[in-house]
């Protein structure tokens, strides 16, 4: 081993533990500046327009899909045990604990989560943010702060839409194309959902990927290196630290949720 490596390893380790406590700075200021946006509820609109009314078209349609495919494998499944009566509810059920709040996130990270890591990323290299702080305008408070809890909010609509279309695209295969009773469908669905076990713990849990997807997204781009390749660099980890992290955290919320 060179005698240079040790030194290379130290640097490289001390520099991710700075990225992790600026990250950790960041997640503070955000979470502290609740108030301040409470105060100022037009631009945490906004913010909710853009992330969500913008990817509302490919979430409908993922959820759509999504539906024929769960009612398809669904019955195929159930039919082997005589129970294709419950597909209703293992449609919804599939929806509402897994699929909506995760897709959706993976989704968003996709598609508006790599929006606002350019966005901010670009006003990075174009020292929009550096002319900001000469101006004694908080750069956090101001651009930051709205987009986090804009997200926030947006994500558990977009889940909500998601499982609703899907739900719908469920009962279209099911009873429109395999023949089941729409009044099964329907009573199986409704006897077997739990508002606050089912319904709740999913929202729980979009809220918590929102936050998360969010959060890493403005965290990439506001440190993203000023050049067009430090942007691109910084939207392509977007996408793979918040999917990585939305499959990690929902194994960790369901152990707790269901399994507990």
């Known amino acids: ?9 130290g640097w490289a380790v001390r520099r991710k533990l700075a990225h992790i406590g600026r990250g950790a700075r960041l997640f503070g200021q955000l979470l502290g500046l609740f108030p301040a946006m409470l105060a100022r509820p037009g631009l945490v609109r906004d913010q909710v327009h853009f992330l969500g ?5 490919i979430i409908a349609v993922s959820g759509l899909f999504v539906g024929f495919v769960m009612a398809l494998q669904g019955y195929y499944t159930l039919q082997g045990f005589g129970s ?17 709040p995760v897709i959706t996130a993976l989704l968003f990270a996709g598609r508006a989560g790599t929006s606002l890591t350019a966005e901010i990323g670009l006003m990075r290299a174009g020292e929009q943010l550096s002319a900001m702080e000469m101006m004694a305008v908080d750069p956090v408070c101001r ?6 809890w804009g997200g926030i909010i947006a994500m ?46 999913g929202i729980i849990k979009s809220m918590v990927f929102g936050l998360t997807v969010t959060f890493v997204a403005l965290l990439e781009g506001y440190t993203a290196h000023p050049t067009p390749e430090g942007v691109s660099r910084a939207t392509t980890r977007t996408v793979v630290v ?11 919320l369901t152990a707790l949720m269901f399994s507990i």
């Open 143 to 148: 651009i930051l702060a709205p987009r986090f």
């Open 1 to 9: 081993m060179n005698w240079y490596q040790p030194a290379r390893i």
């Open 84 to 100: 294709t009566e419950a597909l209703g509810q293992l449609v919804a059920l599939s929806l509402l604990r897994e699929l909506g």
């Open 242 to 252: 918040a999917s990585l992290a939305v499959l990690g955290l929902d194994f960790v």
């Open 53 to 57: 009314n913008y990817s509302l078209a």
């Open 156 to 201: 558990p609509v977009l889940a909500a839409v998601f499982s609703a279309v899907g739900v719908m695209g469920g009962w279209t295969v099911a009873v429109g194309m395999i023949g089941i009773d729409a009044g099964a469908f329907w009573s199986q669905m409704q006897g077997g959902v739990d508002v606050f076990s089912d319904v709740g713990n």
